[in-house]
């Protein structure tokens, strides 16, 4: 999620429809839906005009406020979204189909096609209608498709990445604008004349696989019979090993160490760089504990975590390679989760969580308790500060990281000061060890009401 998917394609769509021979798109995108405050609170269904005067919008989620007390539970649910099954059925399906068939003379007939397909999600497969359509359109030997499947995967998602004819991609931030590139590379073949097809494998061999080698997710290269590249390989044995591991082993019961220059995914990752990496001035605090990533897997630390939703924003100009060789290192990154640590880094970030218990994915939470009198069971920020004196503002992501942090006992003997300026504006200050560090508090990624 939020890598660009839809956008890388629609932006090869785009780029495809420039073409004079180029075959009009049907079938649909969904568009996210911001807040005045730029927060995501949906996702709407918009159709391609394909003979039509405009495209046709529709909802598809809307966020559900609270937690449904004193209102009627949506029917359909998909996480804090309540999910219109019936809008996607009266909008979608019928862009999947519109020109499936036409009628010269006194026969009917099918046609060649360009159907955009975005995207075969958890929302979209609450409706057996949708997945009806979905599958009729990968099914016609007459339809080119380009679409969107998440990576954790419902059975029809899954059904249609293992067929022979489907080339599946992966999309990073740090590879979409090349993917761009390839898959009208790779379809520009696709729309070369207007011809009638009537072999599946004739049609399917007209998608170039060349230009899109390079991106195949891994397991694709043996369904074309080509030699796996050593990206791929090296994929495939990573994600072994993290198969191999046990699920404690997976998701450690150790909690996730503090992630900052000089810490354990610094070393591992950046130990060899030549980069001089400024010391952390700001400090961010979750609440929730989260887990040691896999051993063979520090980039993954905190991977989990919403706040990156908004720091990818925040930090993408040091992700950009011309800045990277104004400063003139000589860092690389081989992937998404070691691009944006290695941003952390550079911009004199730490990030950690209030509580030290860990929450293993897939298991109930629990609310936390304070074990003992001294806050056993939290993470030792004011030590973290005495470590580095160079931190002169904590951030803690939501109400609820500082009202925890502040709970305590061990926290509550510390000097802490709370008042309010001009513009009623909380300002908080701790004092450690004779300075002062600075306190935020902001609204966490999720958007959660009683933050």
Known sequence: PGVGKTTTMLKAIDELGKAADALPPCGFYTAEIRDVDGKRCGFDVVTFPSGQSDARRAPLARLVAGDGVGSARPRHRVGRYAVDVKALETTACPALRHGDVISEGQKTTTRRRFVALDEIGKMECLSSEFERAAWEVIESPETVVLGTIPVHRQSLANSVAARPDVAVVRVTTTNRDALRAALVDAMKHSFANDRRIAERDHFFATVQIAPLVPFLETGQSSKFGLERTEEEEQREKEEEEEKALSKDERFCVRNADALVVGGDAHRRLFGDSDEPFPPPRTLLLGETSSPAPPPTRPELAYAERSMWRVLDEILAEETD???????????????????????????????????????????????????????????????????????????????????????????????????????????????????????????????????
């Open 321 to 451: 390679e011309t800045k990277q060789k104004e400063k003139g290192t000589t860092t690389t990154t081989t992937n998404r989760e070691t691009t944006r640590l290695l941003a952390v880094f550079r911009a004199g970030l730490a990030v950690w969580d209030v509580v030290a218990d860990v929450h293993v994915p897939g298991e109930r939470k629990t609310k936390h308790k304070t074990k003992t009198k001294d806050g056993a069971s939290l993470n030792d920020v004011f030590g973290f500060l005495r470590l580095y004196p160079s931190v002169t503002r904590l951030v803690f992501v939501g109400e609820r990281a500082w009202r925890r942090f502040r709970s305590a006992p061990g926290n509550g003997n510390a000097t802490i000061r709370e008042s309010s300026d001009s513009s009623q504006r909380r300002l908080r200050v701790i004092a450690v060890d004779g300075r002062t560090v600075d306190v935020f508090v902001v609204r966490s990624a999720r958007g959660d009401e009683r933050d």
